[in-house]
């Protein structure tokens, strides 16, 4: 007979689950725009830098000094980290729905990326207690 095991625990990615995707290709593709970046130069600069800058060895001004920075620019680093975490927007129905089994059934909840820990920094994170 098969012993049932209660799930205590749920494991919730955030990019893409609770929030929009990171810094995916169509933001990277309207900061192009917006700044009047060369993309193609831009996305090859950010496929050869990103992993790295993923796995945190490198941080997001090093980043974006190879990526965006490399020559001088009309904007700051300031302006264009805004622009880049002004992209990540909550999904609230599902941290709603979260919340809502957490409280139902009493879970932990466990959230992980795979994605920069500046990309996910979340300003209020007060969002999963209740």
Request: glycine share 4%; aromatic share 12%; no cysteine.
């Amino acid at each position: 007979m098969k012993r049932e095991i209660p799930i205590t625990t749920l494991f919730v990615d955030i990019g893409g689950v609770l929030l929009t995707d990171g810094w995916v290709h169509e933001f990277r593709k309207l900061a192009a725009k917006t700044f009047h970046l060369d993309l193609e130069e831009m996305e090859k600069r950010h496929n050869q830098s990103f992993d790295t800058y993923e796995l945190d060895k490198l941080t997001i001004e090093e980043y974006l000094n190879r990526v965006v920075f490399y020559e001088k620019r009309s904007f700051t680093q300031a302006q264009f980290r805004k622009f880049m975490f002004d992209q990540s927007k909550p999904y609230p129905k599902m941290i709603e729905l979260i919340r809502r089994l957490k409280a139902q059934y009493g879970l932990k909840i466990v959230v992980v990326s795979n994605e920069a820990r500046e990309l996910n920094a979340l300003e209020n994170s007060s969002w999963m207690s209740s």
